[in-house]
């Protein structure tokens, strides 16, 4: 079954609180993305990782960093986090041109 | 850099009329393009994909045309469902890069 766990589902944290996301895939896929959602802006790239220890950039990643040591595992981490970066995070994962799958997402509250 | 147009923000119609999105996109490198669909509390999944030889993709009533010309990739169905009622993002993945970039995606509110 492929899939892309994310955990937690829901989080509330205080202004300035640490937060690590977490993400899971079960396919080997080598690329996989942090995006958020906010409503009007879309699924914005915070970081997209091409394999292990190759991450990069995206649009946004100002406030984030990202850790990936094994294939299958991506975290996102907000070190002392922000009330504008209360937003839906998803987790998603890819072979180059075809299809993203995504996490169910994590809903996060700063507040 | 690559980008991705969708002008309508919302597009409110009547089950059984025709549904057209648009899209339209940048990218220096001949992209593979794509439609998400997003129903409520739920994650983007795959609606459509472009193929490299220009068949029209279809499914559950969509399709897309791909128009380099133009670069647009619309999306239409012709007579909506109230099941239909999603938010619907185009996306575009370069072919030289993993990278699949978004656009802003169109609310599709189909009502009764």
């Known amino acids: 079954d492929m899939k892309v766990t994310q955990m937690p589902r829901y989080l509330i944290k205080r202004m300035g609180e640490n937060v690590l996301l977490e993400c899971g895939q079960d396919m080997s896929h080598e690329t996989m993305y942090w995006y958020r959602q906010d409503p009007g802006l879309g699924l914005q790239l915070i970081y997209i990782s091409y394999d292990v220890d190759s991450n990069s950039e995206g649009d946004i990643p100002k406030g984030y960093r990202v850790s990936r040591k094994k294939r299958e595992h991506f975290s996102l981490i907000l070190d002392s986090a922000k009330t504008n970066q209360t937003s839906v995070y998803f987790c998603?994962?890819?072979?180059?041109?075809?299809?993203?799958?995504f996490g169910k997402g994590t809903r996060l509250t700063v507040v | 850099g690559d980008s991705v147009t969708q002008t309508e923000g919302l597009v409110t119609l009547t089950e059984g009329l025709p549904v057209m999105l648009n899209c339209t996109y940048q990218?220096?490198?001949?992209?593979?393009l794509f439609w998400y669909v997003q129903h409520l509390n739920e994650a983007p999944k795959l609606l459509l994909k472009?193929?490299?030889?220009?068949k029209r993709p279809e499914h559950q009533g969509f399709h897309a045309t791909l128009h380099k010309s133009s670069s647009s990739f619309h999306l239409q169905k012709s007579s909506a469902q109230l099941s239909d009622s999603a938010l619907y993002y185009c996306?575009?993945?370069?072919?030289?890069?993993?990278?699949?970039?978004f656009g802003t995606g169109t609310r599709l509110q189909v009502l009764p």
């Open positions: 472009s193929f490299t030889d220009n």
């Open positions: 990218s220096t490198y001949s992209p593979f």
């Open positions: 998603a994962s890819s072979i180059q041109g075809t299809e993203v799958f």
């Open positions: 996306a575009l993945s370069p072919s030289n890069t993993n990278k699949v970039v």
